[in-house]
């Protein structure tokens, strides 16, 4: 194992760390190096809004996308559909796409624009939960690395932009 493989290892093993305990870093000590872990403070803002579980997922779909299967393609895939989902719900209470996006544009987090931005940003988180989504009679979910990546930075974009959104108007 290359020492850039080892030290990814002992880095994924201290974000679970924290992630499990709270912490806000972690010091890992190996007898040749010591490894100081800080968690990001955008995810220290996200959690104190609740939106950890939004995030978990998000964080659930980049490590399925790192598996380099079909199965994780997929999987990441529906942890994009989950995130999404999930902070819509954590705002709104709806479980609806369509009307938690009204919902948000109503209070003004999503629609404090011109009317034609946010038609077109509801357009857009509804053809992205469409997208990421292999429910109901859509047709099976492609299970390519490309599709998978589309999905991940798109969702991971739009989530960011409604939660950032959102801790503004707080």
């Given at each position: 194992?290359?020492?850039?493989?080892r030290?990814?290892?002992?880095?994924?093993?201290?974000?679970?760390?924290?992630?499990?305990?709270?912490?806000?870093?972690?010091?890992?000590k190996?007898?040749?190096?010591?490894?100081?872990?800080e968690?990001p403070?955008?995810?220290?803002?996200?959690?104190?809004?609740?939106?950890?579980e939004?995030?978990r997922?998000l964080?659930?779909a980049?490590?399925r996308?790192?598996?380099?299967t079909p199965?994780?393609?997929?999987?990441c895939?529906?942890?994009c559909?989950?995130?999404?989902?999930?902070?819509?719900q954590?705002?709104?209470?709806?479980?609806?796409?369509?009307?938690?996006?009204?919902e948000?544009?109503?209070r003004?987090?999503?629609?404090?624009?011109?009317a034609?931005?946010?038609?077109?940003?509801?357009?857009?988180?509804?053809?992205l939960h469409?997208?990421d989504?292999?429910?109901?009679?859509?047709?099976?979910?492609?299970r390519s690395?490309?599709d998978?990546?589309?999905?991940?930075?798109?969702?991971?974009?739009?989530?960011?932009?409604?939660?950032?959104q959102?801790?503004?108007?707080?």
């Amino acid at each position: 194992m290359a020492d850039e493989d080892r030290l990814d290892e002992i880095t994924k093993v201290a974000l679970e760390l924290y992630e499990k305990y709270g912490a806000d870093n972690i010091t890992i000590k190996t007898p040749n190096l010591t490894i100081r872990i800080e968690r990001p403070i955008e995810e220290r803002v996200i959690d104190k809004h609740s939106f950890s579980e939004a995030h978990r997922y998000l964080k659930n779909a980049k490590h399925r996308i790192s598996d380099k299967t079909p199965e994780g393609y997929t999987d990441c895939k529906v942890n994009c559909r989950n995130a999404l989902i999930s902070a819509l719900q954590t705002l709104t209470g709806k479980e609806k796409v369509k009307e938690a996006v009204k919902e948000l544009i109503n209070r003004g987090i999503l629609g404090e624009r011109e009317a034609e931005f946010s038609e077109n940003l509801e357009k857009l988180i509804v053809t992205l939960h469409g997208l990421d989504s292999k429910k109901g009679s859509h047709p099976p979910m492609t299970r390519s690395k490309n599709d998978a990546e589309l999905a991940l930075n798109l969702t991971t974009s739009v989530v960011k932009y409604i939660i950032n959104q959102a801790i503004r108007q707080r």
